[in-house]
């Protein structure tokens, strides 16, 4: 593959279609990539639509290569899920590009909630990929923990709006 940015955009899911793409990266990654159980790739925020889907594609072509979610959790927080990037599209920092997609759309999201100071983004990172959330200002809360049968630390960044 060439070392040259694929165009591309990232768009908000909306369709039945659009959310299922995002699914199916997710399941493409987590799941039969990475040997994550199935069963657990679809949750609830998925089945009662209370996430924001997130889908990187391609252009012209409207290929799937990644994916974000965000919800606004019980605890007042916002969370920052199920980040995944085909592997084929990895060295293109698709990924850094959808976290700051939902960066803004937090922003935006909050500033309209009445929110005008900051607000808390939480993640839980695989452990290999703590750096990479750390490079956004993610710090480190609590112990590891499992989830889904792998090790897991507790991400949180106080994003200013």
């Not at 040997?35 to 609830?44: A, G």
Request: with cysteine; glycine share 6%; charged share 25%.
């Amino acid at each position: 593959m060439s070392n040259k940015v694929p165009a591309h955009e990232i768009i908000i899911a909306r369709s039945d279609s659009e959310i299922q793409q995002c699914y199916d990266v997710r399941i493409a990654v987590f799941h039969i990539e990475q040997k994550f159980p199935l069963e657990t790739e679809i949750d609830e925020y998925d089945t009662n639509k209370t996430a924001t889907h997130f889908l990187l594609r391609l252009t012209p072509s409207l290929t799937p290569a990644g994916t974000i979610r965000a919800y606004m959790a019980p605890g007042g927080y916002y969370k920052l899920s199920r980040l995944a990037v085909i592997k084929d599209y990895r060295s293109f920092r698709f990924g850094r590009e959808l976290v700051v997609a939902l960066h803004d759309w937090v922003k935006t999201h909050a500033l309209n909630a009445g929110s005008t100071e900051w607000v808390e983004i939480v993640s839980h990172s695989q452990l290999p990929v703590k750096g990479f959330y750390s490079k956004f200002g993610y710090q480190a809360q609590g112990p590891e923990f499992d989830e889904d049968g792998d090790p897991h630390q507790k991400m949180v960044l106080r994003l200013p709006l």
